[in-house]
């Protein structure tokens, strides 16, 4: 079954102009216009985000949608992947999300538009952690594409955590991958996209 529609789910304090969804959604247009593609400005709120996606996805066909996600994003597109069975990839995927409380909670300039904040609060990190999935529950139809060099994550926890999936170690690479346009094919076919 081909993928026709493709939901992107950017990190945290990250927006769907992210490198990476700029440079796959241009990629997208240019090789597979057919593929319907999504990535909405998720909300701080964990659960909120959730129910942002169940609504945006409501209509979508089950054979044939798929999800990617990076960081934080990688950790919703798990969830979503084992909630819905779709195929996903995930770049440096945090891991168990609701462990990094310390660093999450607080107020937090947006990366792409440093003049706009948002307020991750504590009772977010418990959202975060009715999300988390087992080792042992990630879908075995996810692509992990993890970067030994991430600077914000630890690689040793994302490859443990994802060693039932088709697992891709980088010997270097940052956090936001930023080599990321060798990815782009490999993924299409991953996913078996829609020509």
Known sequence: MSTTHLLYLHGFRSSPQSTKACLLHNWLSAHYPGVTWLAPQLPTSPQDAMALIDT???????????????????????????????????????????????????????????????????????????????RADVPSNTMAIVAKGDEVLDWRDMAAHYQHAQLHLLAQGDHGLSDFEPWLEPIADFLQLSA
């Open 56 to 134: 945006l996805t409501a209509q979508w066909p089950h054979d044939g949608s798929a999800v990617v996600g990076s960081s934080l994003g990688g950790f919703y597109a798990t969830f979503v992947a084992r909630q819905r069975g779709w195929p996903s990839v995930v770049i440096n995927p945090a891991v168990a999300a609701h462990t990094h409380g310390e660093r999450l909670v607080g107020e937090h300039p947006l990366w792409h538009d440093p003049s706009q904040t948002m307020h991750f609060l504590p009772s977010h990190v418990d959202e975060l952690r009715a999300l988390a999935l087992a």
